[in-house]
């Protein structure tokens, strides 16, 4: 009967999804919120996450997180489940980290919602959606989305800007005062499943993905256990000074095409089509494994098999996902 229940509940929220992302508007337009004009440009929870696990307790947390140099360090992403990199206008690259499993004291710099973040956060139940604004003809869609929007308003004080920085790379969340509390790993319905490593992959110890204006690079650890981060080929730290170290990475090819919307310079948008299927390289343990990736509809989680037709299975702790175009 759960499983029923959450089934018809997927499936509204799809419905819901697909009818404000099949939404064709006009481009161009002015932004909404504080830091809303775009410029275009560890401790890891050891929890296992799954699509199968119990109801969720509550929503998962997504926050839009500025990428650029000027962004860097960034706060709070070493505490994420999952970071999602995407391409964004000029070249250049996005995150949106999931939280679930615990709530950082700070998260940011926070930037702005894209129209593909809809389908992608479509896989969770009610998420909330922290970003600094969106362009203003995305607006109508974001309220339709099956999520809760909380941008950066001038009444809210879930967001602070820093004195340090300047904008628009100073906007920080405080992530409990959007919850009071972590959801719990239920909450992760992402389709992802972890485990033992399969048999086979090849021994890799640095995997480098480049956007036309960006590059993500992951370097094992065998010390640490984990892939060490860099981006734009410098290290990724932490607010302290720490690495960025997930424990699985995943490249995901994708769909990349024009989006219904462009920036304020009047640089369209890309989409990232998170929605269907293709191939895509997960990083574990120091190897690389040839995988398959599906998703049949925006209130499903993704799945990842193995060249055999088996789940292939990520190890414990936090996942990044690189969307990079399909060959």
């Not at 959450?6 to 830091?35: I, K």
């Not at 999520?147 to 820093?162: C, I, K, M, N, Q």
């Not at 628009?168 to 992402?190: D, E, V």
Request: charged fraction near 25%.
């Amino acid at each position: 009967m759960a499983g029923t229940r959450r089934g018809q509940r997927r499936g509204r929220c799809a419905a819901l999804l697909t009818a404000a992302v099949a939404v064709s508007l006009a481009a161009a337009g002015c932004t909404a919120g504080p830091g809303a004009e775009d410029d275009g440009r560890t401790r890891t929870p050891d929890h296992a996450r799954s699509s199968s696990a119990a109801p969720a307790a509550g929503p998962v947390l997504a926050v839009k997180v500025d990428n650029v140099p000027a962004a860097r360090p960034q706060s709070g992403l070493e505490d994420a489940d999952v970071v999602y990199a995407e391409p964004v206008e000029a070249g250049l690259s996005r995150l949106m980290a999931v939280y679930a499993s615990e709530l950082p004291p700070s998260v940011g710099p926070v930037r702005s919602a894209r129209e593909s973040d809809l389908e992608l956060l479509g896989q969770f139940d009610r998420p909330v959606l922290a970003f600094s604004g969106a362009q203003s003809k995305l607006l109508p869609l974001i309220d339709r989305a099956p999520l809760r929007a909380e941008p950066a308003r001038e009444d809210s004080d879930a967001y602070v800007r820093a004195d340090d920085r300047q904008a628009p790379h100073n906007l920080y969340l405080h992530p409990r005062k959007l919850l009071g509390k972590p959801s719990g790993p239920a909450a992760l319905t992402t389709g992802f499943a972890y485990g033992k490593a399969p048999a086979g992959g090849r021994a890799e110890s640095t995997h480098t993905v480049r956007y036309p204006s960006a590059s993500f690079t992951f370097t094992w650890s065998g010390g640490e256990n984990r892939w060490l981060v860099s981006l734009d080929g410098t290290p990724a730290r932490t607010a302290d000074g720490g690495r960025l170290a997930p424990a699985t990475v995943v490249v995901q090819h994708v769909t990349v095409r024009e989006s219904d919307f462009r920036d304020f310079r009047g640089s369209n948008s890309p989409y990232v089509e998170s929605v269907g299927s293709g191939a895509a390289e997960v990083l574990r343990d120091g190897r690389a494994y040839e995988a398959t990736w599906k998703r049949g509809a925006a209130g499903d989680g993704t799945t990842f098999t193995t060249e055999d037709g088996k789940p292939l299975k990520f190890a414990r702790g936090q996942v990044w996902v690189v969307f990079a175009g399909a060959s």
